[in-house]
């Protein structure tokens, strides 16, 4: 176990444990030698733990609750019931011990007598044994893991993981409200549920929690709203008219509650136990001194403690008015109440907070600061006050424990001596005679504690104070919180927002705490001012902005070390153990150090302090305060309890103890010392041996980083606060430079606080761990870079823009004219630097840390092997740090050189061109640069900044951007000039440098300067820092394609038009986004500097207030080829455009169905108005028009229907119906003549009734409204038969409307253009195939931008489409295949020009023929129209595939030597067909394409026009089709050889044959009836005729297989069996069917097999309308 050597392995470099006690010289230090390092010591009064790496813990020291108790105490023993268990931490309470395992568990052993090992039934505990924690909240119950341990004299807390504190024992101590000790079974704190707790610490019988102030990451802990002991809300929030009254005062009536007679007796305690409440926001109300009543009565102490006393403007002082009582069980009660101040008095004070902004500046807190103040002193009363106190007492002077407030001494003077004035009198009796205010103090009932400290810096802790209610501040009422919000964030926060950047919240250790403490008080121990015990855990308000890292208790003391590496304590001084003999001890105060030593661990024991510092020498140091240890007290411990306490009454006495802490002069001797710890009379060190230099280094990183942050922390008070605090300050600064000041400050407190935080992690990191991977610096290296970097631009553009300069007015009034602080703090080594410098020098000061940074890693880097991981990351971000600090040198004297020339430029042009972010970069005030042919006398002045090329002359100045600057040497063929051409988006100009050496160096600069502005504008610093490099040397060519943002100037079309986007040398090219100032935008492409490509358009209508819209494409500047322009009004226009006009094929929607005019026109446009063909469906009307335009009129041939059945074929002028012209009634009654006016007659004409009467004369009147008839009365075909009269009148429709080929000319030139031809025909094979191979392409692109537009298959389409068939040479019957299916697959898609093609046509056929247009006299011209269409796409088709035969030719069937060439098999098709070859015709190969798309219009037309015919079939069919087979045969006359029919005798093997019997129906023929019916589902004539082929040989098989062989029909035979097909298979509009095969039937197939098939079809038609039923 006892080892000598010290050096033997490695276990005895680290963790070397050295104890002692007391502080003389004569006291050195035993070495306790174990068999490891030393992690971690615990000290309780006569008994230690020490855990040892590997987990192990040994006891130490006189350990009675061990059975076998060993009378020599010294000697470590292992516990050895922890064995198996790896411990992280241990613990030590007077008499008993705790440990925590990796897994979170909890082992407690030692005196139990209290509770305190969380053990039921047992006075002792002899070995560690397991406790658990088990949070009843959750379902099932959880058990809690534990991060850390703290025991007292009779009660332990647990940290969980959950960051919550968790307590057993015994005593008010515990923080539970509970009123029966001991509690055995762990609970959990809940007055600090909700928060974070960083750590806890225990004394003899009190408790400290340091907790992370509640910021934005707190908001998600759910905050805890009930009291687990009498089930009440903690919280309530009472709703007023305008804001809400949060109040935290629950009281728990479990607590043990006083009788009266101790309230009496507790009365002066009670008045001084009017304090905050720990949680409270304090929203001042300014009292105005002028009116305020004087207050009715002093407080009186009996009365129910919660009556409020009223203030002048109706706000109540937050305040919490305990009522504490130390009786035997040391509980304490107390009430609370916290009501907030109306909403008029948030507003009041934030007048005046904007009045005295530099207060609120130089104290602001951080994002989660409400707004609050010491007690309501308005700022410039709380200047005047402090300025009257500390000239009258000189700095430090008397005030009440907490910040100084006066509302809160108004409830506390005796009524007798409030003057008259009331508070007014009050007040100035504060302000003007502090004396007295001390006086009046002392003359208190109670023995009054009062606390020297600073006013300045609690009067700043007043105004820092949080609203720290958990998790409750989403309930306050937000515009109370966004009022009081709104300053502050205007003011330059000097505590920073929470961490310097939000993903660093966690990693970096917060210094936003609180202290909390609870427990017993009678030695001050809890810090609040006062001796009272706190049943409740009570936040420490004095220390809540002093940035707590560490609290650590005595046995009656505390201590709180700070990030500034400063220890407060408070409580029993009787030893001096506080570090200071300043009384009361009952608030924190600062232990007394000299200057320079920083403290950086604490510990405190019975009665003395350890403190752990930075000296002057590498090495820590160690200083002691308290008590002298005498070895013969130590001998004697069997000495009676009376005795000892006796002697030590007499060393005080005698003063044998320190009075400030003194310097250890042993501690130099122990090496580098990691952690004191300090407990009972004993102290303890752990050192480390300094192997490799590693733990040296690690030492100093630590260390300079304390100091730097002490530095800075002293530059913030001492220099930044006074500065911000200045009332001058704003007015000598002037607008800009204080904005700019005020970033540098917020810049600079970020820094600062990063810095702190930095500090506090490496020392956790030496106090624990102390290896290279958890320094912060190496993995969040960029956050410490990134704020170097921001800040260091911070200096350079306030100094630029002159700030320093403007700045040493008031630094000169402030500091007067000797500077000492100043140098002192800047370290400036110049002999008698000006104002201005120092103040620079100050700000650049933090740059230089850099080095140091770069200078200790490399430090670190020389412990590690090369080849280690360690070295790599240590070398890299030791680089890192170098490279920045070089780069931020730079900065610096860039700013420099700006600055100095700024000092020398003119300075009308100074105060326009000087931006705090623009820096110099070259100028030619040397005549380098001149502009060519400019006057003789002009000047002409060059400035290159590092954001814009400056053209100054006499009196004006140009300002060209870099962004879009482009710059080209011009090469010098014998012109001797040495010129550079400089390209803007306005202007091209020509420099002429005075040599080659200037063209080189201004070309060179302003290349390097433009590619700096454009990769700024897409860097981080990281970018920044490599592109330092690029100074080495290599030419820089910027690109000239770049992105870029420019507002042109110039007079023309683009005049304040910005414009962001793509560039190329000079003019706008790509995409981009063109913005004018009325409010139009441009986003799309741009070519060559005009939009060029696909867009969009937005034009603002202000008479509307409503946008027009185009989307489509552009050319040159103008809306050119497709789009869609949708007009403010709620028009739409679809189509064609050219030179920003609607000019080709378009579709014009307006209005919706329910506005005045809802009407379509679709048709050709001419430069913006309506000429040529175009069908307009009046919807409101009811009419629609098909016919000829000019100007937006009708004029010219054209047909008008309407819903009501007229229609109307005829000439038409000035948009009237005017000439000559038919019209048709529903009914057939038919006028043909001159019109006037639309349905109006007047003229010549015939009027032919439905019968064939008819009227011949002059006419007059509108149609339907009774007509003036002046003619002759005719009853012809009295006896003519009906066929006569039809054909007369069919002859005449159809003459006098427009032709089917001059219709939709607009849409087929615009295919042919398409194909870059001027018109139908005219231009190259080749070329068409280009363009079409270009229009897929781009198309693609653009689904492939946005996926969704395009269904898959659509873009499996797309691909195939790639392949383009061969389209020269002979055509065979293969490529004739080749040729069908690309054009199916063509048409498929709207991409493809003939895709794009067949859908315009689709969409005007269905415009035309749709709704109103469903009127059967349109039938002929619909037809044509189809044929039109076929003529004019097969005329396309034949321009692509130049070698197919015209309409009729034939495809030759191969000849037979291509035959032998080809494998066999190739060219059996059309072989084996009887025709020669395969005729082509555009029926055959476009109308499978066609047809389907047309079919429902067209096929309605044929109904309508057949509606007679077919009802007349229709019911012959209905009354035929109830006949059974058999009848039905025999009806038709169907020869009986052909009726399937077997009798039962006959073979009923033989399966095919069906019995048909008398009633048996649908039996025969049943296939060929099926297939029959197929032929409405099918759309083209060929389809149709194919179903009719099948059909008939259905009918030959099914008759073959009756008489077992080959045979021959004759027409005869045939017709009767196919008319009783025709019946049974019931097809509704046969009529239709026929005549559209009739009319679209390809022409060379009329004569062949099928046209017989389908004339015996038809004759079936005729035969069953005329068929009479006997």
């Excluded at 009996?302 to 919490?320: F, I, M, P, V």
């Excluded at 109306?342 to 005295?356: N, P, R, W």
């Excluded at 608030?587 to 007394?592: G, T, Y």
């Excluded at 080189?1000 to 490599?1026: E, F, H, M, P």
């Amino acid at each position: 176990m006892e080892r000598t050597s010290s050096g033997d392995d490695g276990g005895g470099e680290r963790g070397l444990l050295h104890t002692w006690k007391g502080y003389s010289y004569s006291v050195t230090p035993e070495r306790l030698l174990l068999r490891g390092p030393v992690l971690q010591v615990a000290l309780g009064t006569r008994h230690g733990v020490l855990l040892v790496e590997g987990g192990l813990v040994y006891s130490f020291g006189e350990l009675p609750w061990k059975q076998s108790h060993v009378p020599e105490p010294a000697k470590p023993t292992l516990e050895s019931a922890l064995s198996g268990q790896r411990v992280v931490a241990v613990a030590a309470g007077s008499f008993h011990s705790g440990a925590v395992t990796e897994d979170g568990g909890v082992h407690m052993w030692g005196d139990n007598a209290s509770g305190q090992c969380g053990l039921s039934g047992l006075s002792t505990v002899p070995n560690p044994t397991p406790v658990a924690l088990v949070d009843t909240d959750t379902t099932p119950p959880q058990t809690v893991p534990v991060l850390e341990l703290a025991c007292g004299e009779q009660h332990t807390l647990a940290l969980s993981a959950q960051r919550e504190v968790w307590a057993w024992g015994s005593g008010c101590q515990l923080g539970l409200n509970v009123a029966v000790f001991p509690v055995w079974k762990p609970q959990k704190v809940e007055h600090l549920a909700g928060r974070y707790v960083l750590q806890v610490a225990c004394g003899a019988s009190h408790s400290l929690a340091l907790v992370r102030c509640l910021g934005p990451q707190d908001i998600h802990r759910p905050p805890i709203d009930k009291c687990r002991q009498c089930n009440q809300l903690l919280f309530t929030m009472t709703d007023k008219e305008d804001h809400v009254i949060i109040s935290d005062a629950h009281y728990c009536p479990l607590s043990v509650e006083l009788t009266e007679d101790e309230v009496r007796l507790q009365a002066p305690a009670l008045t001084q136990g009017l304090k905050m409440s720990p949680s409270e926001p304090v929203l001042p109300s300014h009292t105005s001194t002028s009116n305020s009543p004087p207050p009715t009565k002093g407080v009186d102490p009996t009365q129910d403690s919660e009556k409020e006393s009223a203030l002048a403007n109706g706000a109540l002082t937050a305040r919490d008015s305990g009522t504490p009582a130390q009786s035997g069980g040391g509980v304490v009660v107390g009430v609370k109440s916290s009501p907030y101040p109306d909403e008029q008095a948030v507003k009041d004070y934030l007048k005046k907070l904007s009045e005295a902004e530099q207060m609120a500046k130089a104290t602001a807190g951080g994002t989660h600061t409400l707004l609050s103040s010491a007690g309501g002193l308005s700022s410039s009363t709380l200047n005047s006050l402090v300025a009257s106190c500390a000239s009258a007492v000189g700095e430090r002077v008397a005030s009440t424990y907490e910040a100084l407030s006066l509302k809160k001494m108004m409830n506390y003077l005796p009524s007798g001596v409030a003057k008259a004035g009331g508070p007014a009198g009050l007040m100035s009796a504060v302000c003007d005679n502090t004396t007295e205010r001390v006086r009046l103090e002392d003359s208190m009932q109670a023995k009054k504690s009062s606390s020297t400290g600073d006013i300045r810096e609690e009067e700043a802790e007043g105004l820092r104070r949080r609203l720290s209610l958990p998790g409750l501040l989403s309930q306050v009422s937000p515009r109370l919180l966004r009022k009081a919000c709104r300053p502050r964030m205007r003011a330059v926060a000097l505590t920073p927002l929470g961490g310097p950047v939000p993903e660093a919240q966690e990693v970096f250790p917060t210094l936003q705490t609180e202290v909390w403490s609870w427990g017993h008080g009678e030695h001050g121990q809890l810090g609040h001012g006062d001796s009272l015990a706190r049943v409740q855990p009570l936040c420490i308000k004095s220390l809540n902005s002093k940035e707590v890292v560490r609290v650590a208790a005595g046995a009656h003391h505390s201590l709180a070390l700070t990030a500034q590496s400063q220890v407060f304590s408070w409580g029993s001084n009787s030893f001096g153990q506080l570090g200071h003999m300043e009384s009361p001890s009952t608030v924190p105060r600062l232990a007394k150090l000299s200057e320079g030593i920083r403290v950086w661990d604490m510990s405190a024991g019975e009665r003395h302090t350890l403190l752990l510092a930075d000296g002057d020498c590498l090495r820590p140091i160690i200083y002691y305060s308290g008590q002298q240890v005498k070895e013969e007290a130590e001998e004697s411990p069997a000495k009676e309890l009376g005795q000892q306490e006796e002697e030590e009454e007499e060393e005080q006495r005698a003063g044998s103890y320190t009075q400030q802490p003194v310097l250890l002069p042993f501690c130099m001797d122990l090496g580098y010392v990691s952690n004191v710890f300090a407990g009972g009379q004993r102290c303890v060190a752990l050192s480390d041996m300094n192997v490799m230099g590693f733990i040296a280094s690690l030492h100093e990183l630590a260390s300079a980083e304390r100091k730097f942050y002490c530095k800075l922390c002293n530059i913030k008070t001492q220099i930044i606060r006074p500065l911000l605090e200045m009332e001058s300050l704003s007015s000598a600064l002037g607008q800009t430079a204080t904005g700019l000041l005020h970033t540098l400050i917020g810049r600079f407190s970020l820094l600062c606080h990063l810095t702190g935080q930095h500090a506090a992690s490496l020392t956790a990191n030496l106090r624990r761990v102390r290896d290279v991977n958890s320094l912060l610096i190496l993995d969040h290296a960029s956050i410490f870079l990134d704020s170097y970097t921001e800040y260091c631009s911070a200096v350079g553009n306030f100094q630029v823009m002159g700030g320093f300069q403007t700045l040493t007015k008031p630094s000169l009034d402030f500091f007067g004219k000797s500077p000492e602080l100043l140098k002192k703090l800047s370290e400036c080594s110049e002999e008698n630097p000006t104002m201005a410098d120092l103040l620079v020098a100050l700000f650049y000061l933090p740059t230089r840390h850099l080095h140091e940074y770069g200078r200790l890693l490399l430090k670190l880097v020389t412990c590690f092997e090369v080849c280690s991981n360690d070295y790599q990351r240590l070398q890299d971000s030791c680089s890192k740090f170098e490279a920045l600090a070089l780069q931020l040198k730079r900065k610096r004297k860039d700013a420099d050189y700006t600055f100095h020339f700024w000092k020398s430029f003119p300075g009308k042009m100074t105060d326009s061109l000087r931006k705090p972010r623009r820096r110099l970069i070259c100028e030619s005030s040397n005549k380098a640069l001149m502009l060519q042919n400019a006057g003789r006398f002009s000047v002409n002045w060059f400035i290159v900044f590092n954001d814009a090329l400056v053209h100054a002359q006499f009196s004006t100045h140009h300002v060209f951007p870099l962004a879009t600057l482009w710059v080209e040497p011009i090469p010098e063929e014998n012109t001797g000039l040495h010129g550079l051409k400089v390209i803007t988006p306005e202007e091209t100009f020509t420099l002429l440098a005075s040599s080659p050496m200037e063209k080189t160096k201004w070309l060179r600069s302003i290349n390097q300067a433009v590619d700096q502005a454009l990769s700024a504008a897409a860097r981080d610093s990281a970018a920044a820092r490599d592109s330092a490099s690029a100074d080495s040397g290599q030419k820089l060519e910027p690109p000239t394609s770049r992105t870029a943002s420019y507002t042109f100037y110039k007079d023309g079309r683009l005049k304040e038009a910005t414009y962001e986007g793509r560039w190329l040398a000079g003019k706008p090219n790509g995409r981009g986004v063109l913005k004018w100032p009325d409010g139009r935008i441009y986003t799309g492409s741009f070519k060559n500097g005009l939009e060029d490509g696909f867009g969009e358009f937005l034009a603002p209508n202000k008479t509307l207030n409503k946008n027009d819209q185009y989307l489509g494409h552009w050319k040159d500047g103008k809306m050119h080829g497709l789009g869609t322009y949708r007009y403010a009004s709620g028009e739409v226009y679809d189509g064609s455009f050219q030179d920003s006009m609607r000019h080709g094929h378009g579709m014009l929607r307006s209005g919706k169905l329910n506005t005045s005019s809802p009407s379509v026109f679709i048709g050709q446009w001419l430069q913006d108005k309506k000429t040529g063909y175009g069908v307009f469906d009046d919807i409101t009307k009811g009419e629609k028009y098909m016919g000829m335009w000019q100007d937006h009129l009708r004029q010219g041939t054209g047909v008008v229907v309407t819903q009501f059945g007229l229609y109307y074929e005829g000439a038409f002028k000035d948009n009237k119906m005017m000439g000559t012209g038919i019209l048709l009634s529903e009914d057939d009654t038919t006028y043909e003549g001159e019109f006037s006016d639309d349905w109006t007659l007047n003229g010549k004409g015939t009027l032919t009734m439905a019968n064939g009467d008819f009227l011949e004369g002059s006419f007059n009147g509108e149609w339907g409204s009774g007509l003036k008839v002046t003619g002759s009365y005719f009853k012809p075909h009295l006896f003519d038969t009906d066929k006569d009269k039809d054909k007369t009148r069919a002859v005449k429709l159809g003459c006098l409307c427009v032709c089917a080929e001059d219709k939709w000319q607009a849409v087929f030139e615009e295919c042919w253009s398409q194909l870059g031809c001027e018109a139908a025909g005219r231009g190259e094979n080749r070329k068409a195939w280009e363009n079409i191979a270009v229009a897929l392409t781009t198309s693609r692109q653009h689904i492939a931008d946005s996926p969704e537009t395009l269904s898959r298959s659509h873009s499996r389409t797309l691909e195939s489409l790639e392949v383009i068939p061969q389209h020269v040479g002979p055509i065979t019957m293969e490529r004739y295949h080749s040729i069908r299916l690309y054009l199916l697959k063509a048409c498929d898609t709207p991409l493809h020009p003939l895709g794009r093609l067949l859908e315009t046509l689709v969409a005007v056929y269905r415009m035309t023929y749709v709704g109103v247009g469903a009127n059967r006299r349109l039938l002929p011209q619909a037809v044509n129209e189809i044929k039109s269409y076929l003529n004019c796409i097969f005329q396309i088709v034949r321009f692509l595939f130049p070698d197919l035969p015209e309409e009729g030719g034939l495809i030759p069937e191969p000849t037979t030597n291509l035959q032998d060439k080809k494998e066999p098999g190739s060219t059996d098709a059309p072989l084996e067909s009887p025709k020669p070859g395969r005729v082509v015709s555009s029926s055959a190969l476009l109308l499978p394409v066609l047809l389907p798309r047309l079919y429902p219009p067209l096929f309605t037309l044929y109904a309508l026009d057949k509606e007679r015919e077919d009802d007349v079939y229709w019911d012959c069919v209905l009354r035929l089709n109830k006949q059974p087979d058999m009848a039905l045969l025999a009806f038709l006359g169907v020869q009986q050889k052909f009726w399937p029919v077997s009798f039962p005798v006959s073979m009923p093997a033989l399966g095919e044959k069906q019995q048909v019997l008398s009633s048996t129906k649908d039996a025969c023929f049943a296939s060929a009836v099926e297939t029959l019916q197929q032929i409405s589902t099918t759309f083209t004539p060929s389809d149709k005729l194919q179903v009719i082929q099948l059909t008939f040989e259905e009918i030959t098989q099914e008759v073959q297989s009756l008489l077992k062989q080959d045979f021959l029909w004759s027409m005869d035979d045939l017709f009767p069996v196919f008319l009783y097909v025709v019946l049974r298979s019931r097809i509704r509009n046969l009529g239709s069917e026929v005549s559209l095969i009739e009319d679209l039937m390809d022409p060379c197939v009329q004569h062949g097999e099928h046209g017989i098939m389908f004339t015996t079809l038809k004759a079936c038609y005729y035969q069953i309308q005329h068929e009479k039923i006997t």
